[in-house]
């Protein structure tokens, strides 16, 4: 296998492995959903991070931590909002879910972009 795919594998396998592993649900995601966002999240990531081949080479490396960084940030807000109206504000519960399938995919680019370094 080419360094290409051997990336495009392992992006795509860590995000939905972190997932099963519990992990993501112990840094706070919802414990129904952490595997569905990052299965739908990785790919996601995959096709942002061959998007970044053709940019400079710190570009996507740097693309993908602005990702993760306000995935997490999306994701926090909607989950302290969700919690504070005791499970009754819709928007918040959708920041909390797709602020997820940020992160999933801010990891994956994060891990695509490491091993096309």
């Not at 053709?54 to 999306?74: C, D, H, I, Q, Y």
Request: net charge positive; proline share 3%.
């Amino acid at each position: 296998m080419t360094r290409l795919a051997w990336a495009v594998v392992l992006a795509l396998i860590v995000p939905p492995l972190l997932a099963w592993l519990g992990i993501s649900a112990r840094l706070g995601a919802h414990p129904w959903w952490d595997v569905s966002t990052a299965l739908v999240g990785a790919p996601v990531g995959v096709v942002a991070g061959l998007f970044c081949l053709r940019r400079a080479k710190g570009a996507g490396f740097t693309l993908s931590l602005v990702v993760l960084a306000g995935a997490v940030a999306v994701a926090w807000y909607g989950k302290t909002q969700f919690a504070a109206s005791f499970a009754e504000d819709a928007f918040a519960g959708k920041m909390w879910y797709f602020g997820w399938i940020g992160i999933a995919a801010g990891t994956s680019m994060l891990v695509f972009g490491a091993l096309r370094r």
